[in-house]
């Protein structure tokens, strides 16, 4: 008899049922846009290894079975999780593959019809009753601390804790809910993540983003202080923007250097603190001797820095910085409120150049960029194309990601275009990427070749010098050969 048989606690499965599927394989895992990949990266999922890090120092029980890092086909993860004998499961899903979780769970129901079903994430934010509709499932979380919410629907399952709003569940034949969900967690009480429990190392060689390894993820913020993009989903999650305390933040970085030795670490908040945070946080790498150890990567917006900021990001220890350039054209710049203004982009590039070369830094920029929008013409979208070629060819970024825009429920985007019905469907298996899902005037072979340019145009010898003579070790000889890799199977994914 184990404690938990005495206390009567709930035992739970944080997991990731494998999806099998001829188009790849599925960047599920906290990650703000879906695709299937030929070539596998996985993201560390924080909130959830944050909901299993609270939950099992509650005194729950916590299993985390993530198939899909796993490499498991369905019945081994299924007959791990019937091993397991949980009470109740936990599911992260989003647009692209809340079908195949709606068949999974009623599967489930039917094998195992006492075990409870819990999804969370964007698109359930958007839609909790669809998912209720169409599927067994018994309660869905929505909003972005849905970490804080699964500890408190543990509670009252087991001690009868008053649920928190932002909670849907079904009592016999009646949809309920809880209320809107509230973002008044303070995350400053979160302990760091139980990194074992959720089994990092999955997670820490087979990403795209790390140039050394072992890598993991953190969260400074929940999720991005600018919050107005059209497009993006988290904007559903998360309305307003918090963030932990410098010090708390630097201390996690400590950690993961001494007991795991982390070589570097993504910072995975919507867009990085900056201003005085941002200064006490660079110092703080700085005094600690953080630079030293590890690279540092982040997400970042064009206009959110000076030259000051840059040089003391560079001494600081930071590399990839993720920019989200996402056209070529203003007209779709500001229609998706990104706040820039295109003459920003290059001259702020070169002003990140020169830092990182004035104080021997290794700042090395990426871009995201998106083809598919309504409004674009097949010459306005390959401005973005000549775009990307140019700052290539200059030498102003490292790399980039090009993606088909898909317009998710509850984003601005989504609604704008379903008013004026400009959306092809709403069959949730077309949100992936392999297809435009909105009317517009370039035909989805036509995207899927632009996607593919906006690769290709990294492809100058100008560019492919400088990687080759910035190879110093092995470390980099290592990455150069995983860039290449990645590249061919970021073609393939559009092909």
Not at 236 to 260: A, H, S
Not at 314 to 340: C, I, M, P
Not at 392 to 402: G, M, P, R, V, Y
Request: hydrophobic share 40%; proline share 4%; aromatic share 12%.
């Amino acid at each position: 008899m184990t404690i938990y048989d005495i206390l009567k606690l709930m035992k739970i499965v944080i997991g990731y049922p494998p999806i099998e599927s001829v188009k790849g394989i599925p960047l599920l895992s906290q990650n703000r846009q879906f695709q299937w990949f030929n070539q596998p990266t996985f993201i560390y999922p924080v909130v959830p290894a944050l909901a299993a890090t609270i939950l099992a120092r509650s005194g729950f029980e916590v299993i985390w079975l993530d198939g899909i890092a796993q490499g498991w086909d369905y019945n081994v993860w299924f007959t791990k999780l019937k091993k397991a004998k949980p009470n109740l499961l936990f599911i992260e899903t989003k647009t692209p593959v809340v079908k195949f979780h709606w068949k999974i769970i009623n599967s489930l129901k039917r094998r195992l019809p006492r075990l409870l079903i819990v999804l969370a994430g964007d698109h359930v934010t958007a839609l909790p009753q669809e998912s209720l509709k169409n599927s067994a499932v018994d309660y869905i979380l929505t909003g972005g601390d849905y970490d804080f919410l699964l500890l408190n629907l543990a509670n009252h399952l087991n001690k009868d804790e008053k649920l928190k709003p932002g909670i849907w569940h079904r009592k016999k034949s009646k949809i309920l809910n809880t209320g809107k969900f509230q973002l008044n967690h303070n995350l400053n009480t979160l302990p760091f993540i139980d990194r074992e429990l959720t089994k990092w190392q999955l997670y820490a060689y087979q990403n795209g983003n790390y140039k050394r390894t072992p890598g993991t993820y953190i969260m400074a913020g929940r999720d991005c202080w600018w919050h107005r993009c059209a497009f993006c989903s988290w904007t559903t999650l998360y309305p307003q923007f918090r963030v932990r305390p410098v010090k708390n933040v630097l201390d996690e970085i400590g950690q993961l250097i001494e007991q795991y030795q982390i070589k570097e670490i993504m910072d995975d908040t919507g867009t990085f603190p900056v201003g005085d945070w941002l200064r006490d946080f660079c110092q703080g790498m700085i005094k600690r001797g953080y630079h030293k150890k590890i690279n540092f990567n982040c997400n970042m917006r064009f206009g959110a820095l000076k030259k000051k900021d840059y040089r003391l990001m560079a001494r600081a220890g930071f590399r990839l910085l993720v920019y989200g350039l996402e056209s070529g054209n203003q007209k779709t710049l500001d229609r998706l409120n990104k706040g820039v203004k295109l003459n920003q982009i290059e001259a702020e590039l070169i002003i990140a150049e020169k830092a990182s070369k004035e104080t021997d830094g290794h700042l090395e920029p990426h871009v995201t960029c998106m083809v598919g929008y309504p409004w674009e013409t097949f010459d306005q979208a390959r401005k973005t194309i000549q775009l990307t070629s140019n700052l290539f060819q200059k030498e102003l970024i490292d790399s980039l990601q090009a993606t088909i825009v898909v317009p998710y429920p509850g984003t601005n985007l989504f609604s704008d275009l379903k008013r004026k019905n400009l959306l092809k469907n709403q069959d949730w298996n077309c949100y992936d990427m392999k297809e435009s899902v909105i009317k517009t005037p370039i035909s989805n072979q036509n995207l899927l070749n632009l996607s593919r340019c906006l690769y290709l145009s990294a492809v100058n010898p100008r560019f492919i010098f400088k990687k080759i003579i910035s190879v110093r070790s092995k470390d980099d000889l290592k990455f150069l050969a995983k860039v290449c890799l990645k590249f061919f199977g970021h073609l393939a994914d559009f092909s």
